[in-house]
């Protein structure tokens, strides 16, 4: 953690020694400076966070960089983001966009506070993340912090991302530059650039075409789903926000709302819905134990064909019907074909024990044979068509302009140690796991019991060789179990 360094009492003694040294030689000045960058440097590698010797000097050189503060050297401006406010102590803290040092002011009811329009404003109504100008006495006590007007601020924002390698941040299609001592927070805590989700909406701050600032205004939640082995490989709906297939232990990244969960099996026989409500970094389960596929019943059908010899199909499959035909309550398709008549093609419903089925087929007409196999060649072109689809997407892929570069490649995902990881919505084992390597964004989840559940997006790119990833341990959580709202 960089410290963070204070402005105190100590800097009008400094400040009053600065006055004193202007008036002598150039000699002895060199040597104050370097006598205090010596007691700046031996107090860099305190352990302490909080930097008590060479905080003063700092905040001098600061000083002297500014034309306002050499005006009056018994003030200090800086612009930052606001990273901390403790209405008891009456403290803040700023992380100085200029030098991407953080700085620990006090403030006081006599503080001037104004908004970017302003409109005198109390710290209740200071932001996190937001960009101010501050400037502070000789004492350290924060004079004024007005809403810095260099700055501008774009909110709810959702698709953010950025790249903390290349330094580089995407708004709207727009790429800016991320700034190295950039500030992420979600509430009061700081977090790490890759907790954000893609579907978070987030508030951005900067200067320029620089981002200085990323805060958490709406996150995200996780939906546990249990007893749904009824619905195994069909679809569940959250909301309109996403699609999923249903398999075991899934663990669903939603962001924050109350939402319709619709769940359906394969055949969709059977669906069910409830409504949920996600709330920020909270364990959400919704049971469907309740509902069950209910025993298959089946119906008798005796089917009469004219002409007699005419072949059957069922569903798409061949059934001979000398006998009465066992099928379940439900919908069917019939086809039947046969030589010299028009192919025969009905949607029926069998809804009763015993029910019998009389069909006539039409003679074609001897000039015009083709019409004999007219249904039947639109159901097959239809499976052609499906099965073109399925080979254009993937000749597409093949035939394409970026070759896939991850095949045969893994991504190690080395702890948080223990914990159950979710890639992707899916479960993939515990951690540490392996996984096959494809470009694009893997999202990780992690759970384990009595820990707080976290997700990190990460960009996985179209190169070769393995990767590894490997997490904080999961904080303490008190769990928080939450079902159906209606």
């Keep these: 953690m960089k410290p963070v360094y204070i402005i105190k009492e100590y800097m009008g003694k400094f400040i009053n020694r600065s006055k ?8 002895i000045i060199l040597a104050v400076v370097m006598s205090f960058s010596l007691i700046a440097c031996s107090s860099g590698k305190s352990s302490s966070n909080i930097i008590k010797g060479g905080d003063i000097l700092p905040i001098a050189s600061k000083a002297s960089e500014s034309g306002e503060a050499a005006a009056n050297p018994d003030e200090i401006s800086i612009t930052g983001v606001l990273t901390y406010i403790d209405g008891t102590s009456q403290k803040m803290h700023y992380m100085d966009v200029q030098s991407g040092n953080e700085y620990e002011v006090s403030y006081s009811g006599g503080t001037d506070i104004k908004s970017r329009y302003d409109s005198v404003i109390t710290t209740a109504r200071l932001s996190l993340g937001t960009i101010y100008d501050v400037t502070c006495n000789r004492d350290g006590w924060a004079k004024s912090i007005h809403e810095s007007d260099k700055a501008w601020k774009i909110s709810q924002i959702t698709g953010f991302s950025a790249d903390e390698r290349e330094r580089t941040a995407v708004i709207s299609s727009r790429t800016y530059k991320y700034a190295r001592s950039a500030v992420v927070m979600s509430g009061s805590e700081r977090i790490q650039l890759s907790e954000i989700m893609k579907q978070d909406a987030v508030t951005v701050c900067g200067i320029d075409s620089t981002v200085y600032s990323v805060s958490v205004d709406k996150g995200h939640g996780y939906l546990k789903l249990t007893g749904v082995d009824d619905f195994l490989g069909g679809y569940v709906d959250i909301g309109t926000q996403m699609v999923c297939v249903v398999e075991k232990d899934m663990l669903l990244t939603v962001p924050e709302g109350e939402y319709k969960v619709q769940i359906q099996n394969t055949n969709r026989s059977m669906s069910a819905g409830k409504t949920v409500r996600i709330e920020k970094d909270t364990d959400v389960t919704l049971d469907f134990s309740e509902y069950r596929t209910r025993a298959a019943q089946n119906g008798l059908v005796e089917f009469s064909v004219t002409p007699a010899g005419a072949v059957m199909y069922i569903d798409g499959t061949q059934v001979s ?23 025969y093609e009905e949607v029926f419903y069998v809804t009763q024990s015993y029910e019998k089925k009389i069909i006539d087929m039409t003679i074609s007409k001897s000039s015009q044979p083709g019409k004999s196999t007219t249904k039947p060649s639109q159901t097959s072109a239809g499976n052609n068509n499906r099965s073109t689809a399925a080979s254009t997407s993937g000749n597409a892929i093949v035939n394409g302009t970026v070759k896939n570069l991850t095949e045969g490649y893994y991504v190690s995902i080395k702890g948080p140690q223990g914990a159950a990881v979710y890639v992707n919505n899916y479960y993939v084992g515990i951690a540490p796991v392996t996984v096959d390597k494809k470009a694009g964004t893997m999202v990780m ?12 997006s990460v960009e996985i790119a179209n190169s070769t060789g393995d990767v590894s990833y490997e997490f904080p341990a999961l904080p303490d959580s008190q769990p928080v179990s939450s079902v159906a709202v209606d």
């Design 445 to 456: 989840t992690f759970t384990m019991v009595g820990k707080q559940t976290k997700s990190y």
């Design 321 to 343: 019907y000398e006998q009465p035909v066992s099928l379940e309550y439900g919908r069917h398709t019939v086809v039947l074909r046969s030589n010299n008549y028009m192919a």
């Design 20 to 27: 004193e040294a202007c008036r002598m030689a150039g000699a």
